[in-house]
């Protein structure tokens, strides 16, 4: 487990670099970078301000020991299109991402167990063939393409749902309509974001199930005269579920990653949509610190996967122990 924590430690410092040679790999001034045709004339003292203040100034080393600095402080820089603290735009666009991923999650995760449980029950018949089928071809369509296809869909064709953001901005009701409209500007994300994750939940579950249903425990309870309900979800399933809850810590990372695109296609005020707004403006202190942002949680769930996979499963706690004591 020391090692890969190392290798996750490495993996941040790495992010770090990356993120503070992002603006000074720009072609031209960094400064001038930044603000692209904002400014007309520049002056040498507006650029040495400039750069002061972007911690653009002094040497490569002073540089990066400033940029440290001010993360630690938890200052992520300036945006100069929504002039404000960057760290203060994220935190407001933050919460949205965290409720898309939290639903799109549990909604993949929950219909992904029991969709795989019951295939993987009942393998070879009519059901797992077509579940099988269903999968692989959900599997093979990219996240923002499937959005594109609801969205005109559902959106733009049969008019169920609204076509972007997070609310109705004429909306003033705060009641039982607000909440309507929200859930009703949820809906679409999320669902895209679960059908983008529910094949491999699906399949990892029913291949886990198909290596426990013959399993001595399981043929006991069969033997007992259970229901079969009760022997597939009880005893079955819950053999199966330490691979799968750790796929489901990876997917939580990898969501973070699917949820850039899929919040551009449908303008929902996330974390995606707020780092292609300031893409499209050149404020890339905004840029750095969402991809800073969604760096760390990729990196912090799938080290929580991990942690969580050798606490369920016995046979990987063994194997680290194993691996500590060879190194």
Not at 158 to 178: I, M, R
Not at 302 to 323: M, W
Request: charged share 15%; proline share 5%; glycine share 10%.
């Amino acid at each position: 487990m020391k090692k890969r924590a190392g290798d996750y430690l490495l993996a941040f410092i790495i992010i770090l670099i990356l993120n503070f040679l992002l603006p000074r790999l720009m072609p031209g001034d960094p400064v001038t970078a930044i603000y692209g045709d904002a400014l007309v004339h520049m002056t040498p003292e507006m650029e040495a301000a400039l750069a002061e203040r972007y911690g653009l100034a002094g040497s490569t080393m002073d540089q990066f020991t400033t940029y440290l600095g001010n993360l630690a402080r938890g200052d992520l820089g300036y945006s100069i299109y929504f002039r404000a603290p960057v760290s203060g735009v994220i935190a407001g666009a933050l919460p949205w991402t965290l409720l898309l991923v939290g639903v799109s999650l549990a909604s993949a995760s929950l219909l992904g167990i029991i969709w795989g449980a019951e295939a993987g029950w009942r393998r070879a018949c009519k059901f797992d063939s077509g579940s099988l089928l269903a999968a692989l071809l959900l599997n093979g369509i990219p996240g923002f393409v499937l959005g594109i296809l609801l969205l005109l869909f559902f959106g733009f064709y049969l008019q169920w749902f609204p076509l972007s953001g997070g609310t109705s901005p004429h909306l003033q009701n705060t009641g039982a309509a607000g909440a309507v409209d929200f859930l009703q500007h949820l809906f679409l994300p999320a669902l895209t974001l679960t059908l983008t994750q529910l094949p491999r939940i699906f399949l990892l579950t029913r291949s886990t199930i198909l290596g426990v249903k013959e399993k001595p425990y399981v043929l006991t309870a069969r033997g007992k005269g259970l229901k079969e309900r009760l022997v597939r979800y009880r005893h079955a399933v819950r053999g199966a579920l330490p691979p799968v809850i750790t796929r489901v810590g990876m997917s939580a990372g990898l969501l973070f990653t699917g949820v850039l695109f899929v919040e551009i296609v449908f303008a929902y005020p996330g974390l995606g949509h707020l780092f292609y707004t300031a893409l499209q403006h050149h404020d890339y202190a905004t840029v750095q610190g969402c991809l800073l942002l969604i760096t760390v949680c990729v990196l912090a769930f799938n080290f929580l996967a991990d942690l969580a996979g050798i606490k369920l499963d016995p046979r990987l706690k063994e194997d680290a122990r194993q691996l500590l004591d060879r190194t």
